[in-house]
């Protein structure tokens, strides 16, 4: 790809490291495709389209428009957002417009922002169904219907947990999950005056049980059944037929499992006795030195107060009518907890924190009695103060779609630990004595993570992003990393294909399996392993499209690949493989990414999902 003019491009557009972006000529018109993107961008995490350039596969072209064609476009272009037969939504203020001059001729910059929930989905045409669209590492892709309905459901001022069931009673309630929800109440917050309250008139205060003031309809909310409820009712048709619960233990690099809980039909699984069931599980994998307080012995620390945070807060936002179900893993140096559904508010906000987005609110006001869940935006910033009070490397958020899920990597691993630091200075030897400590921890962070962002370095220094940018550049220039030349979501890496650790034997635990931080193997004995897989399809022209999946499953268990790899084991096009096989295995689940956070990474890899039981 010609860098230089692209990062002319990027520069002059107003383009950032972490936003996404979308040329498209105008050299005949004004692009029709630019409405499908306007949606896309809206109801992703925003972006920018520029019109007066274009990319041909790896090519990037400046064609620039004439002083005629901005005005004109502009005037299409307002036009069209405030035509409500066009587009939903007009999201754009006038600053959101600009015309850039480049090289004699000028530039349209159009920056698009993510729609807040209450809006989306941002639609063409007079219905969302069909006329809908979102980002992937394919560009824009055309929303499935039952993407819509759960756009239009988290766009519903009512909670999703807050819908009254028909034709579900309090016999679909297992009451000894609320008898023991009652006593944790009670050790929570004492003698409160719910507790001596009927069963229904409980379930009302707490939201799981409803009457409609409107419609005059009462009875069992989603709520109430997926806390307190009787496993084949919360999963019948009518209810939460996609729920499922998974609990995975892997301490033992040998076993598959050490230890799982999931529905298998020796325990009612609603919600509270999962959380009965793992949390004791989830908490053991954390160090709880002997401490007194008041008088008192006190085992958790900020660091249980986090993890507690993160578990609590997987359960209250998950959606419950996606696909996926929730699974949590425990490794011996990092937790991964995984919901379905998107977050509702933006990366960068969620981030930030202090903003109280929540997608299941009877849920979250039902661990909040019993010492669970914040309730003030505040939930983030507990998660990564209790981390950051062990020292450990601050947790990692990301989100895939289609399905759409949301991860939270929490790693049990210092900030610099000893062995990255030798590692370091066996590849880089003295010059690393003229680094800063930011720098540092840049390099030392590429190492464990496998990469490093602009953004990731803002939740480990106190820099501002300008400085860190610049810092990264200058990181580049002096050959001790390497980026992507600033295309989408630039990442930096170690120059040279390393390990994860200094002892080669991935002790960090971020560089492999589900973390998504790793890369494909080089060494022969996998080569030929690989090509020997391959084989099957690799010696035909023609195969079925089952043993084509089939085959690709196989070559992805267990490791990542790449497009590239993929495509010289099996002999096929690049294109073709990733339109007609890879790209429907995402969205189906069986094959996830290697960076499912940067959807349109340029070393993006595949491996195969693990089935449920």
Request: with cysteine; charged share 25%; hydrophobic share 35%.
């Amino acid at each position: 790809m010609n860098a230089d003019l692209l990062n002319r491009i990027l520069e002059a557009a107003g383009v950032g490291e972490n936003t996404d972006w979308e040329f498209k000529s105008a050299r005949g018109g004004f692009p029709g495709s630019f409405w499908e993107t306007y949606s896309a961008f809206a109801n992703s995490e925003g972006g920018i389209i520029v019109l007066g350039a274009r990319q041909d596969g790896d090519e990037v072209r400046l064609d620039g428009l004439t002083e005629p064609q901005l005005q004109g476009y502009q005037k299409i272009l307002w036009d069209g957002l405030n035509n409500r037969q066009k587009v939903s939504r007009c999201l754009l203020a006038n600053a959101d417009v600009q015309v850039v001059p480049l090289e004699g001729s000028g530039l349209l910059s159009i920056r698009v922002p993510r729609a807040e929930r209450g809006i989306r989905p941002v639609y063409l045409g007079p219905t969302p169904f069909g006329n809908s669209y979102r980002r992937n590492h394919e560009g824009d892709y055309r929303c499935a219907d039952d993407e819509v309905r759960r756009m239009l459901a988290d766009a519903d001022p009512t909670p999703a947990d807050h819908r009254i069931l028909k034709g579900f009673s309090l016999e679909d309630i297992d009451l000894a999950s609320l008898t023991q929800y009652r006593q944790r109440f009670l050790s929570s917050k004492g003698e409160h005056a719910w507790l001596s309250l009927p069963d229904k008139e409980l379930l009302e205060r707490l939201g799981g049980w409803r009457k409609d003031r409107v419609s005059g309809a009462e009875g069992l909310t989603l709520a109430g059944l997926l806390m307190f409820g009787k496993d084949k009712a919360i999963r019948d048709p009518e209810a939460a037929p996609n729920y499922f619960v998974d609990y995975r233990e892997k301490l033992d690099p040998k076993t598959r499992w050490t230890d799982r809980v999931y529905p298998d039909g020796t325990w009612e699984a609603n919600v509270f006795q999962f959380y009965l069931r793992v949390w004791p599980k989830l908490s053991a994998g954390l160090p709880a030195p002997f401490q007194i307080e008041g008088g008192m012995r006190r085992d958790e620390t900020p660091a249980h107060e986090a993890l507690r945070e993160a578990f609590v807060n997987s359960l209250i936002h998950a959606d419950y009518s996606a696909p996926g179900g929730i699974v949590f893993e425990r490794y011996p140096d990092k937790f991964i907890l995984e919901n379905p559904g998107t977050l509702l508010v933006s990366l960068e906000q969620f981030r930030r924190g202090g903003v109280s987005e929540c997608r299941n609110k009877a849920l979250q006001k039902m661990f909040l009695m019993i010492g669970g869940g914040e309730q003030a935006g505040s939930g983030v910033d507990k998660i990564r103060a209790g981390w950051k009070s062990r020292q450990w490397r601050l947790p990692l958020i990301g989100f895939q779609i289609n399905p759409d899920r949301v991860k939270i990597i929490l790693p049990m691993v210092s900030l610099i630990p000893d062995t990255t630091l030798e590692h370091l200075r066996k590849l880089f030897g003295s010059r690393l004595d003229h680094l800063t400590a930011s720098q540092i921890q840049a390099m030392a962070t590429a190492e464990i993570e496998g990469e490093v962002s602009n953004t990731r370095l803002q939740e480990l220094l106190s820099d501002h992003p300008a400085d860190i940018s610049r810092m990264l550049f200058e990181l580049r220039e002096q050959g001790l990393l390497e980026s992507d030349n600033r295309r989408r979501w630039t990442r930096y890496h170690l120059p040279s294909p390393v390990g994860s650790s200094g002892s080669g034997d991935d002790s960090s635990g971020l560089a492999a399996d589900s973390s998504g931080l790793a890369a494909d193997s080089s060494g022969l004995a996998e080569d030929i392993a690989l090509r020997e897989l391959a084989a099957p399809v690799a010696s035909k022209k023609k195969v079925s499209a089952k043993e084509m999946t089939a085959v690709l499953k196989q070559l992805c268990q267990g490791r990542f690949l790449t497009l590239e790899s993929l495509s010289r084991f099996l002999k096929r096009n690049p294109q073709n493989l990733r339109n007609a096989y890879l790209t429907p295995m995402v969205r189906e689940g069986s094959l996830r990414l290697l960076y499912p956070e940067s959807p349109n990474h340029p070393d993006q890899a595949y491996t195969k999902a693990e089935e449920k039981a």
